[in-house]
């Protein structure tokens, strides 16, 4: 590869349940040009990859570019992904897609070298390249929403595990026998600290008879769901039982930290996610102190940076990016 | 470094609270002679170093060789190292050593290369390349004694953190608000599956009067401990309490398994240390399926081995000589 074809803008796509977001990304990560789709997955593989394409070029197109300017795509998938053959093994939030060759129909579609890779591992691969992680030698990642997730940068490289499912730090137990999780599992963080488990608490705690002013901002905003700004602005009010549910979620994610500090010893944190955005900076600062108190080795372990992610919901399409950088160089 | 000296032994220190236990190690891997005296750390870093230096040379003479026939030596020690600097930064069982510089020591006592790491993670490195996890990618080692202790292989090499204090899977918490650990901290899988633990709630469950042969076995073996190899004894002929209370360490060590399966993904498990050797290869059994059950990514899940650990006490001598060679080799 030519100094020329290295300095190509590449193409990183956001590919989820619902929506799809490329965006064309130069050689210092700005984003030239971007577009957006629903996925519509209920139209099945075709339809989606065409969906894809079409958003891909749209976003080239955005950017005052053609196709020929492109050096590569990378999409992530939600799901298990075998990167090194570019085939989406299982991702039930796309209708549950089994051992579908993503990179290889990207790639035909759009006549461009295409990758694929775990939408968590790219988000923490953008925060470790373009975001909070800048110069570090190891972080992990840990993404807060619907469910949590995470992805680890070790010797700065992704790590991915031996079949691609690392970083499933949502899906490990800190609370033995604790509530079911959306995975079948009990006591799993996930099943303590997502915004799943935030409402699934609150709504109890309602439906207990506790005050709170959720009911009220629900019914303001006109949404069945508990959003996350619902969430932010409770909480920003200081509702106590808001309060507490989410003083109990960030009880447990700081258990996590502790636990993944004392398991990898990274020299970074960083947490992002839906919740994260909605509360702010100010959500990180009753993790520390918990995450620190559980670390075995207390020398250096204050080092250990705890920090908010930076990119938002740029962090997976610019962590594309990176990864077809990275794997155009070899 | 020429062929010739590839080739020279290295020698490998197991170096605890109570003993020291050097040993000639071939580039094969084969022990040419050892060497064990006590260690005395209450005399201080110069008498524990100079015991040390005068068993090497015992182990070296054992082997019918020469100071100059020998390459290397690497010694571990208990407690948290800095690997490049070979200074050992707090070894609680070593009468609290801080900041001692155990490498340059060794080096100027014995006049040969010498080199430090963890005791946990060179038993793991002895396990990876001449034990049970040869030919692996990756492998996460677990050691079951009075403490549990770990450490990670990751792509063929140690991966020992930003810190030097990886693989402390012993404090990741798995029931969060559960017993007191040695750490302070509560709900710690070594306060759940250790020796410790288990001899913790045997002691429970006898003085709350539970029947057991425990107390007989102990009187009869006139020791005051309850020792790894009593438990194993107490196992086999079916005693309920000590089959009850180990059962359930087991379920917490099958948890802890899942959990570094979901975060590190590695290619095998190996348990070992005295509480497995005592038990044997059916004490892994019940650990197993729950591992597996906790998987979050069940594809391939059963292929994650879980492994019983194969050198026994030589392991960290074991890996330190490995240790060794990959030092000298760049």
């Not at 050096?71 to 992530?76: E, F, G, L, R, Y």
């Not at 990207?106 to 390249?129: M, Q």
């Not at 109890?204 to 905003?221: D, L, T, V, Y």
């Not at 994610?253 to 502790?258: D, F």
Request: hydrophobic share 45%; aromatic share 4%; net charge neutral.
């Amino acid at each position: 590869m030519g100094k020329e074809e290295k300095e190509k803008p590449v193409v990183g796509i956001d590919l989820g349940g619902t929506k799809i977001l490329a965006g064309v990304v130069d050689g210092r990560g700005k984003i030239l040009g971007q577009a957006k789709r629903a996925t519509k997955p209920e139209g099945g593989v075709e339809t989606v990859v065409e969906r894809m394409a079409k958003t891909v070029r749209e976003a080239v197109k955005g950017a005052g570019l053609d196709a020929g300017d492109i050096a590569a795509v990378c999409s992530c998938a939600p799901g298990t992904i075998d990167a090194e053959r570019g085939i989406v093994q299982f991702a039930p939030n796309l209708q549950n897609w089994e051992n579908v060759p993503l990179a290889r129909l990207l790639s035909e579609a759009l006549k461009l070298p295409a990758f694929i890779e775990n939408d968590v591992n790219l988000g923490t691969l953008g925060e470790y390249v373009l975001g909070a992680g800048q110069g570090m030698s190891s972080l992990v990642g840990i993404f807060v929403g619907t469910g949590i997730g995470g992805g680890l940068i070790l010797d700065g490289e992704l790590w991915s595990g031996w079949r691609g499912s690392a970083g499933e730090v949502g899906h490990t137990v800190v609370l033995a026998e604790g509530p079911v999780c959306g995975c079948g599992s009990r006591g799993c963080v996930e099943a303590l600290a997502s915004r799943t488990a935030i409402e699934r608490d609150i709504w109890a705690g309602i439906k207990a008879g506790r005050a709170s002013i959720i009911p009220e901002i629900i019914q303001r905003n006109g949404r069945q769901r508990l959003t996350s700004s619902a969430l932010a602005e409770a909480y920003a009010q200081g509702d106590p039982l808001v309060r507490e549910v989410i003083g109990r979620a960030q009880f447990y994610l700081g258990v996590l930290v502790g636990n993944l500090i004392n398991i990898i010893d990274p020299q970074m944190v960083v947490i992002g996610g839906g919740v994260t955005e909605a509360l702010g900076d100010a959500y990180l600062d009753p993790i520390r102190p918990v995450a620190y108190q559980y670390c075995i080795n207390k020398r250096g372990a204050r080092d250990v940076a705890i920090v908010p992610a930076r990119l938002g919901d740029h962090a997976a399409l610019l962590g594309a990016a990176v990864y077809a950088r990275r794997r155009l160089a070899g």
